[in-house]
């Protein structure tokens, strides 16, 4: 259903922001990324920090929200 579909596109979408961020020293810009899924940047801002919580990116990577 619906519910099962949006889990394994925010899944996938959490799999590439990891892969796209993991390494680099930059800052993900939140609104490009929003853009580039095409999803609110508060999707991305909650698929870093899920990425935070599990351990897979450092917590320095979601700033604040005036950043």
Known sequence: ??????????????????????????????????????VDRRSIRRDLQDLVTRGQLPAEIVGREDE
Not at 13 to 34: D, E, M
Request: hydrophobic letters at 30%; glycine letters at 8%; a positive charge.
């Open 1 to 38: 259903g619906d519910r099962e579909r949006l889990f394994t596109e925010r899944l996938a979408r959490q799999h590439t922001l990891l892969n796209r961020i993991r390494g680099t020293p930059v800052k993900p810009n939140l609104s490009q990324l929003a853009q580039e899924f095409g």
